[in-house]
C-alpha cells in the first residue's frame, strides 16, 4: 500500500499559508481603511496555493526522496536509466559478476521523445487546419462565419472521453468507415490502433484551441487595415502575407502552446485508439503512479515534463510578451 498521508511540514506549509492568507488580509483591511474590490480576490489566492502550489511542492518532495523519505538523485537516474533498477538489483546480488547482464534502458526517453514528436505534427497539423478556419470565421463577409464557431464550439460540450469513444465507432474493424468501404467492394483497411489512430484523435481533440486564439485576435483586427493595403496596391495574398499574418502571430503562439502542451502529456487517446501499442509520456507518468505504485519515480517524471513546459512556455512567450494571443471566445 502507498502511504498517502502527508508529511508533517506538509501540514506545516498549509498551515503557514493559510495564516499569510490571513495575514494579507488584515493587512489589506488596514491599508485602504475597509475592504477593497480586489480584496474578494482572495479566495482564489488560497485556491491556487492550496491545490495549484502545494501540489507541486508534494511532486518536488516524493521526486527528491526514496520510499523511506530520505533525499536521492536515483528517482532522475530512473528516467536516463529505465533498467535502472533491475540493474541494480542484479548487482547487489551478483556482484561483479552482474555486470554481463547489466544493460541500459532508453524506454522512458524514448517516450519523451516519440511524445515531442507526435505533439510537433499534431501542433503543425493543427496550425494548417486551424488558420484557414478562423479566417473564414473572422472574415465579415463570410455568412457562415457565426456558424463555423458554433460548429467548432459543439463538440467542446461533449466530455472529452466521449469524443475520443467515438472515433473507435469509427475507426475499428466493424467500424463506419470500414462498412462502407466494404460495401463499395474495397478491402477494409487497419486504422485502430497504431500512431496514425493516436495522432488523429489528439489533431480532432485539440484543433479547437488552435482555430480560437487565432480567431480571437483576426476577429479583433482592424478592418479598416487590410481596406488600406488594398488601397497601396496589394492584392488579397499579399494583404494576407504582408498585413495579416503578422498581426495574427501573438494568436498563432497561443494556440501553438494550447496545443502543444496537453498533446505531449496526454495519455487517454493513446491508450484507447493506441490500443497499448503507443505510449506517451502521459501514459508512462500514469504507469508509474496507478499500476507500479512508485510514486517517486513517478514525480521526478512529472517534474521533468513540467520543466520542459516551462521552458517551451518561456519561449514562445517571448513572440508574444504581451499575451495578446486571447484564448477560447
Request: aromatic share 14%; proline share 4%; charged share 10%.
Amino acid at each position: 500500500m502507498i502511504d498517502m498521508s502527508l508529511p508533517w511540514w506538509g501540514w506545516v506549509l498549509m498551515g503557514a499559508g493559510l495564516a499569510f492568507f490571513l495575514l494579507l488580509i488584515i493587512v489589506s483591511i488596514r491599508r485602504n481603511h475597509g475592504v477593497k474590490r480586489s480584496l474578494f480576490a482572495s479566495p482564489y489566492t488560497l485556491w491556487m496555493i492550496i491545490f495549484t502550489i502545494l501540489p507541486v511542492v508534494l511532486i518536488g518532495y516524493y521526486a527528491f526522496t526514496d520510499t523511506n523519505g530520505a533525499f536521492t538523485l536515483n528517482n532522475f537516474r530512473n528516467f536516463w536509466d529505465s533498467n535502472y533498477e533491475s540493474n541494480k538489483v542484479i548487482m547487489q546480488a551478483m556482484g561483479e559478476a552482474g555486470a554481463a547482464y547489466v544493460s541500459r534502458g532508453t524506454v522512458n526517453v524514448d517516450t519523451l521523445v516519440y511524445s515531442l514528436w507526435m505533439a510537433f505534427k499534431c501542433t503543425v497539423i493543427c496550425l494548417l487546419l486551424g488558420y484557414p478556419a478562423a479566417l473564414f470565421m473572422a472574415d465579415r463577409n463570410m455568412k457562415l462565419g457565426p456558424t463555423l464557431v458554433v460548429l467548432f464550439i459543439i463538440p467542446m460540450w461533449m466530455n472529452f472521453l466521449l469524443r475520443t469513444i467515438a472515433w473507435m465507432s469509427l475507426l475499428e474493424d466493424s467500424g463506419l468507415i470500414n462498412t462502407l468501404l466494404k460495401w463499395l467492394g474495397f478491402s477494409g483497411v487497419q486504422l485502430m490502433y497504431n500512431s496514425n489512430a493516436v495522432l488523429l484523435g489528439m489533431v480532432y481533440n485539440f484543433l479547437p484551441f488552435m482555430v480560437f486564439p487565432i480567431y480571437t485576435v483576426l476577429n479583433k483586427m482592424d478592418f479598416r487595415l487590410s481596406e488600406a493595403a488594398a488601397d497601396l496596391g496589394c492584392n488579397s495574398y499579399q494583404t494576407l502575407y504582408k498585413v495579416i499574418m503578422p498581426l495574427s502571430v501573438p494568436g498563432v503562439i497561443s494556440g501553438i502552446t494550447m496545443v502543444f502542451m496537453p498533446s505531449v502529456t496526454t495519455f487517454f487517446i493513446p491508450r484507447m485508439l493506441g490500443g497499448g501499442n503507443t505510449m506517451m509520456f502521459g501514459d508512462l507518468i500514469e504507469s508509474k503512479f496507478l499500476v507500479e505504485g512508485n510514486w517517486n519515480v513517478g514525480s521526478a517524471l512529472s517534474l521533468i515534463m513540467m520543466v520542459l513546459i516551462l521552458i517551451s512556455l518561456s519561449i514562445l512567450r517571448k513572440a508574444d510578451p504581451n499575451g495578446e494571443g486571447g484564448g477560447i471566445a
